[in-house]
């Protein structure tokens, strides 16, 4: 697997002094072969991760109707179901093996516009039940919240509970005030 | 001023194809006294924002003590307090004038290294009185909410309000869910 074969040169040699023709060298598979599964080599530090993103995305942008509850509600939902189909089987190496790897300053370069684009799905799901300015606060304020959730998994070591557990402690406080204020109750 | 010879250039040419010596020759300044001022060229996309990034952890790492209400309370007062006292005639044009000046990349890149030092200072400011987890969420999560109030200044145009009521409407009901949580009232 490209994974797997990446994962080993970047901890035998660092992330910056990899290249995609090793990886592909070490995997047995061609160039192509890569591009087909991956855009840059920095896609390769967001594996799995990736996919949830694109998952929660993809959920966002196609609600169904009919769906009980506010769409603040129906968000906290959504980013739990993702959370709950992420693979717990491998935790993301380039997060967990950051010192070893290298690979710090590449994931700080690669991160905001997986950020960004994942706040601005989220303003867009809620856009139609709040104000501007509150939508795009939950945007991103949910992204910190799953960004807290997620770090936390990654940090917990191998006794480490689910995804969601963790998401959901993070996301459930952070959401309260904006749900109350959407009641008018504060 | 250094300040306005490279928001200049930037509008006539671009970010990316301004140079630091280009802007030094404008102002009518050295080298060395552009690095009197500045680390790097990004660091001018951050003009009075990291002043007040850098008032904002300074003031989280040296609390005063006999200071009223939990470190969660005070966190909401010194964040609104540095937000008060940024400069209003000014708003960032790297990111008001991000299509014209090219800065958006650039942005992108200087930014986590700012969002992640502004949200470990805050996690470590809530941290002896919140669990670890919880203390990293804040951090995360009221970082995600001053970004949001500062983008809602920017982006209101020359009739904006003040920095801090926007930044006092995103971080109350993101901060509202922890309180309650210390409370035990959730």
Redesign the interface.
Known sequence: MLEDAAAELFLEQGYPATSIEQITQRAGVSRNTFFNYFGAKADLLWIDLDQSITALVTALGSPTSGEEGTRLEQLSALILAVAAEHPAARVPWAFSQAELMGTRTDL??S???RL?ALAEAIQAFVAPEEPE??A??I???????I???V??WIAAGVRRERLET?VA??L???????T??AKGT?
């Open positions: 700080e370069a991160a905001p516009a960004l300015f509150i795009r606060t945007g991103s304020v949910a992204v910190g919240a960004a807290a959730g770090a936390a963790y402690d993070a459930h406080p952070a959401l309260t005030g904006f109350d204020l504060r």
